[in-house]
């Protein structure tokens, strides 16, 4: 396997891009990345899902200009086929785009509505070592009240695959507490390898997705599916949930926002001065307002106009307050 060599060269960044929001947000990293992460001198992908038997529509982006300006960006566009997931489970599409990439070349991956705000090669990947974002919450497994537990549902998982469940733990947790267990949010992961990544974790969802363990009977995997699948391809591979510095990817060299009105609401006002920045050239607001949610968000002033509602230092300790908020004063849109 090929090896990180100097720093800003020795790997890619891969987003997904396909028609719609995906497009914008990934015009909007790209923007970012060039801006803010000057020393990062490899490629940047942008993996594109194509047309099949799996897409009700085509998946492609749409639109000459965003090409173009992806193009000016130094984004090469990489297109993938869908042989397992598509329109029915789209998040899919960041387990099968990785087939699709150089491979032996390593990798970081991640969600496009990701801002990068500060220097990428400052980051010490250890690609030998894959791991994921922590910035989540306990979203899955939601344990019934009669059982299984926390322990009962991820271990048999572990267990399908001959994995070794213990050292998997976090003993700091309480037993039955969702941070005990592995589990990442699948908005960054990286490795060495994405073939060998994508394989490993293509293997992994659709064993969980078409033949689940009987401890899942009552466990929705729609759309938790990846989430469910990637700490086990992390831990198989060797990685965990301490192999990068606190503070640096979620934090002080990117922002994983998910949506412009929750990234108005919490986000740091650094956050909002980068996202503003990047998106002001003419050439790329020129294509940004084709999206009614990103014209009307940054463009028309109605991001500032939820970051008005809230304390940014007194935020609701619950992101769902947050959206209630933004939505009861009409400004939600995505």
């Known amino acids: ?86 329109q029915p489970y789209p998040y899919g599409n960041k387990i099968e785009a990785l087939l699709a990439l150089p491979e032996g070349e390593p990798f970081v991956f991640f969600d496009t509505d990701t801002l990068v705000t500060g220097e990428l090669t400052d980051v010490p990947f250890d690609f030998d070592r894959p791991s994921a974002s922590l910035r989540r919450t306990g979203t899955w497994p939601e344990p019934d009240l009669y059982g299984p537990g926390y322990t009962a549902i991820w271990k048999s998982l572990y267990d399908r695959f001959g994995l070794d469940f213990e050292s998997s733990l976090d003993l700091s947790q309480p037993d039955e507490y969702w941070k005990r267990y592995l589990y990442f949010n699948a908005g960054f992961f990286y490795y060495r390898c994405p073939r060998v990544f994508g394989e490993r974790f293509l293997e992994y969802a659709l064993a969980i997705r078409d033949d689940p363990p009987p401890e899942l009977v009552c466990q929705s995997l729609d759309p938790w599916l990846d989430q469910v699948a990637l700490p086990l391809v992390i831990h198989a591979l060797g990685g965990g949930r301490d192999t990068l510095p606190v503070g640096l990817l979620d934090g002080a060299v990117t922002c994983h926002y998910r949506t412009l009105p929750l990234l108005y609401a919490r986000e740091s006002d650094r956050v909002i001065a980068v996202l503003e920045e990047v998106t002001s050239p003419n050439k790329i607001k020129k294509v940004l307002k084709e999206y009614d949610a990103i014209k009307r968000m940054i463009y028309q002033g109605r991001g500032q106009k939820v970051r008005a509602l809230f304390d940014q230092d007194n935020l609701p300790r619950r992101e769902q307050a947050i959206r209630n908020a933004i939505k009861r004063n009409g400004f939600w849109m995505r």
């Open 1 to 86: 396997m090929a090896q990180p060599t100097e720093a800003g060269t020795g790997f890619n960044i891969v987003v997904v891009g396909q028609s719609g929001r995906l497009q914008y947000e990934a015009l909007i990293f790209a923007a970012s990345l060039r801006a803010m992460s000057p020393g990062f001198t490899g490629r940047l992908l942008v993996a594109e899902p194509q047309p099949g038997p799996l897409w009700r529509n085509d998946p492609r982006i749409a639109g000459e200009e965003t090409r173009a300006r992806l193009a000016e960006l130094d984004a090469e566009i990489v297109p993938f086929a869908s042989h397992h997931f598509g």
